[in-house]
């Protein structure tokens, strides 16, 4: 625990296990070679890195030299005005990649990201605002900033959960970032990931509690046929009705998990003109 603000998950790094056989060693090899020489690549791009077409480039890139499929949505905004507030449940570093390389939003991410190998240079060079959550004073200024961000039309992904766990039903949602979206107007797009081999849920790529970069990198070049499956759900907007942001947090929650409630109670209060949404095909991205 880095602060009152911060959150602790019950999961630890025996929750990632393969639900596939592993990878022979010399495809281990191969990967960690790839992916080595596609991170130097991407990190020698300096500022050019936060272009969204070079980002999205990167990003598929990197999980391309894992021997990552992504599959699932083709887009994550939600129509014209503001931007969308995308919110995702939060299981390993990979998710960044994944949403990237669907749509590269402004990350939101907690101030630890910016050091974590690889992940944390990537991070910084595409424009991702970290918050400090041991400094719990600072939050109003992040959910201005988000507002601000989503009110010039930039959608925001971020990670409600505050912290990693191996399944999407497990955390709570944190309320602060719905705010920003209830400041700006803006819609609020759920999005569940989810990862599998050989199309069985699998906890493999999991990055939870004392687990080391290095340790999950080495899971991950073993995992055999891993692919994650990016649901963008209905949008979500609390525009001429009631809602308030524990409520909001709570609607997209159940979206993620897969509540089958969630988008009708949300339809039922949203404004006469519904926000547009994105839904999800089963291209590979």
Known sequence: MNGPWDVSSDCTPHCAVHAAPRATAPVRARRGAVFAHTVRRALT???RLADPVRLRGHAAALLDALGIRVEGATGLSAGNGPGTLVVANHI?????LALLAVEPVTLLAKREVGGWPVVGGLARRAGTHFIDRTHPRRLPDTVRQVAE???SGRSVA???????WCTAAQGDFRRATFQAALDAGAPVRPVTLGYTQQGRPSTAAAFC????F???LRRVLAARELTIRVTAHPALTAVGTDLDRRELAALAARAVRGGPQAVAVAAA??????????PASPAHV
């Open 209 to 212: 509690g004392e687990d080391t």
């Open 269 to 278: 209060r949203r404004a006469p003109a519904p926000v547009a949404s994105v």
């Open 45 to 47: 791009d300096g500022e």
């Open 149 to 151: 961000l989503l009110g």
């Open 158 to 164: 971020v990670f409600p959960q505050a912290t990693t």
């Open 214 to 216: 290095a340790g999950s």
């Open 92 to 96: 390993s570093w990979l998710d960044i």
